[in-house]
């Protein structure tokens, strides 16, 4: 019998504990390998090839939205399963641009934990119920983009990077201010200019102008 094999990675050593004995029992499953940040998981990812990585978002070192980019643009055969207590559209939606292939809730159950794995495993999404809505409520632009239906399109974050990109600070200094990693600061800087279909800084101060983020 071929084995589905798991790599899962959380911060916190009680949470891998207990996906590992909710999922002990399942004859295909194999749980090949642990890791406590995003940079382990690439690592790991590399390391062992597992067919499908179980996900946490906020961890140190590096989020698991930086380390499922790298894994989808490095290791594009192994799929990712976020786990996340997040119900904002500003997460979901980074979740959902990452590239994972799919979301749960850490308080999903056993079975829909295992319905999750076997449906992505034979190649397709799995997102439950509540960020399935979330996602639904997005729209579909005339150049074919999707883009979440949350009134202002960026995010709290974009806008408070946004915020300290026209008070002039680097993106370094921007990193440090908001104690996450240049690589994030430059992905929301990209994912900006990507929503708001610009190419250049001053054109992102221009909009932060007119819409009212800065004075």
Do not use: W
Not at 187 to 208: D, E, F, G, P, S
């Amino acid at each position: 019998m071929k084995k589905i094999k798991l790599l899962i990675v959380d911060d916190h050593s009680i949470v891998r504990e207990g996906i590992k004995t909710m999922l002990k029992d399942i004859s295909d499953f194999a749980i090949v390998g642990e890791a406590e940040n995003g940079k382990e998981a690439i690592a790991q990812a590399k390391k062992l090839s597992p067919d499908l990585i179980i996900m946490d978002i906020s961890m140190p070192v590096m989020n698991g939205i930086e380390a499922i980019q790298v894994i989808k643009n490095d290791f594009p055969h192994i799929k990712t399963l976020v786990l996340t207590i997040h119900s904002e559209t500003e997460y979901i939606e980074q979740i959902f641009i990452s590239g994972a292939t799919g979301c749960l809730y850490k308080n999903a159950g056993k079975d829909e934990f295992e319905l999750a794995i076997r449906t992505i495993y034979k190649g397709e999404n799995y997102f439950c119920s509540g960020i399935s809505n979330i996602i639904m409520r997005g729209y579909i632009d005339n150049k074919g983009e999707f883009h979440f239906n949350s009134g202002n399109p960026l995010t709290k974050r974009e806008q408070e990077i946004l915020r300290l990109i026209t008070e002039e600070y680097s993106n370094k200094q921007i990193a440090d201010k908001l104690s996450i990693s240049t690589r994030t600061v430059e992905t929301h800087r990209k994912n900006m200019m990507q929503k708001l279909n610009v190419k250049t800084t001053i054109a992102l101060i221009k909009y932060a102008i007119e819409q009212g983020i800065v004075n």
